[in-house]
């Protein structure tokens, strides 16, 4: 499996911008779809934005949709998300996620591969 690195999170004001990186390496030939998912004291980790291997699809939750943006130039490049218009709902420890066989891009299981998480604090 792949080995993924988070960075790039941290403290910003309601309405503004930040942008997170996955760093990936080992296998990324094997990787079928990557995504980023976010999770929050007492509650259940969810996907925030996914894709498939060349982007032959995407999946954004609704509550992000026009403001975050996933983006990968090829399996061997750093995946980003691009967050704007953030909001304070949004605060939250980031995932950079991998998995090797993606039915769902949208859901934990697919995946088997997790970074370390990066913290977003939107005030």
């Known amino acids: 499996h792949v080995q993924l690195v988070e960075s790039g999170g941290g403290l910003v004001r309601a309405g503004g911008s930040l942008k997170l990186s996955c760093k990936v390496s080992?296998?990324?030939?094997?990787?079928?779809?990557m995504g980023w998912f976010r999770q929050t004291a007492g509650k259940e980790r969810e996907a925030v934005a996914a894709?498939?291997?060349?982007?032959?699809?995407?999946y954004y939750a609704e509550s992000v949709k026009g403001r975050l943006t996933i983006s990968q130039d090829n399996a061997e490049a750093p995946m980003y998300l691009q967050m704007i218009s953030l909001k304070p709902e949004d605060t939250a420890v980031y995932y950079c996620?991998?998995?090797?066989?993606?039915?769902?891009?949208?859901?934990?299981?697919?995946?088997?591969?997790w970074g370390q998480g990066t913290q977003v604090t939107v005030s």
């Open positions: 996620a991998a998995g090797t066989t993606c039915l769902r891009l949208d859901r934990v299981y697919e995946y088997n591969s």
């Open positions: 080992d296998h990324p030939y094997s990787t079928t779809c």
């Open positions: 894709l498939y291997a060349g982007n032959a699809g995407t």
